[in-house]
């Protein structure tokens, strides 16, 4: 009987990690507990120094004191805000998993939200795990919709599946007069290349053909989103990508 009792319990537990508080805590499957305590107090210290805040102070909190069990059955871990939150209309970030250890900070006047996302791989044997981000978004409304990121024989794949796809083109091509290295290092995509071009001014081309940024720009109705391949592990990590998404905000809005 004891033993019925103890495997109906680990079942409830089961259930309740799959239905409620998977979100939060998948990535103690991947890392294990200790290094997900690893990271909660990480973040948490890193946020304290700089002054900047969690936007899952509880999760963080949680993660560092509490037992797996508590991880498990706590009621305030079965939701927390999520950075792509209204961001989800943009590439991959529809189906994807947010980190929980978000970390909001102000940038130049900018609300910017910086988080780690992973998005499941789409290779067709199914053996390509999880692809990793660090993703900062900026709040900012009144931009035109559009992305950019650097030339790769990827996108180069991509055009000519659309091609043959039939699907409607949407990348923009920028007059190599304005700025021949923005042309020559850049793909822009945009739905009314009128705007796109009124907003990315010479200076801003000039701009981003200098600094040959490692990730992507997009944006829709209310955020601007910068995200590069990799994770956030370090303070200098956050250092890193800060200075870069700083940069961002200063020269482009």
């Given at each position: ?10 079942l ?5 990690l ?7 805590i ?17 973040i ?5 120094q700089?002054g900047?805040?969690l ?18 059955t706590?009621?305030?871990?079965r939701s927390?805000?999520?950075?792509s ?10 189906r ?7 970390v909001i900070?102000?940038?130049?006047s ?7 996302f ?20 900026v ?8 992305s950019?990121?650097?030339n790769?024989?990827?996108h ?8 043959l ?8 091509d920028v ?13 822009l ?9 009124a907003?990315?001014?010479p200076e801003?081309?000039r ?7 490692a ?9 601007l989103?910068?995200?590069e391949?990799?994770?956030?592990s370090s ?6 990508f ?12």
């Open positions: 009987m004891t033993y019925l009792f103890s495997h109906l319990t680990y409830i537990l089961v259930l309740i799959v239905f409620f508080v998977l979100p939060f998948s990535s103690i499957f991947v890392k294990g507990p200790r290094e997900f305590r690893k990271r909660a107090r990480l948490s210290e890193y946020a304290r700089k900047y805040c936007a899952n102070p509880a999760a963080a909190e949680a993660a560092g004191s509490s037992s797996w069990r508590e991880l498990l706590n009621p305030s871990l927390f805000s999520k950075g939150e209204g961001i989800t209309d943009l590439e991959d970030f529809g994807g998993t947010d980190d929980p250890f978000t900070c102000s940038l130049r900018k609300e910017v939200t910086i988080f780690d992973s998005v499941p791989s789409q290779r067709a044997d199914s053996s390509g795990g999880s692809i990793q981000y660090k993703v900062a978004k709040k900012v409304q009144g931009l035109p919709r559009f950019l990121g650097g790769s024989l990827v180069t794949v991509e055009i000519a599946v659309d091609k796809t039939g699907k409607p083109k949407s990348s923009i007059d190599p007069s304005k700025d021949s290295e923005f042309a020559k290092h850049y793909w995509k945009g739905a009314d290349s009128g705007e796109v071009a907003f990315l001014s801003k081309l701009f981003l053909a200098n600094t040959k940024l990730g992507v720009i997009a944006t829709n109705a209310n955020y989103v910068y995200s391949y990799g994770a956030l303070a200098g990590d956050f250092d890193s800060i200075a870069t998404v700083e940069n961002l905000v200063a020269h482009l809005l």
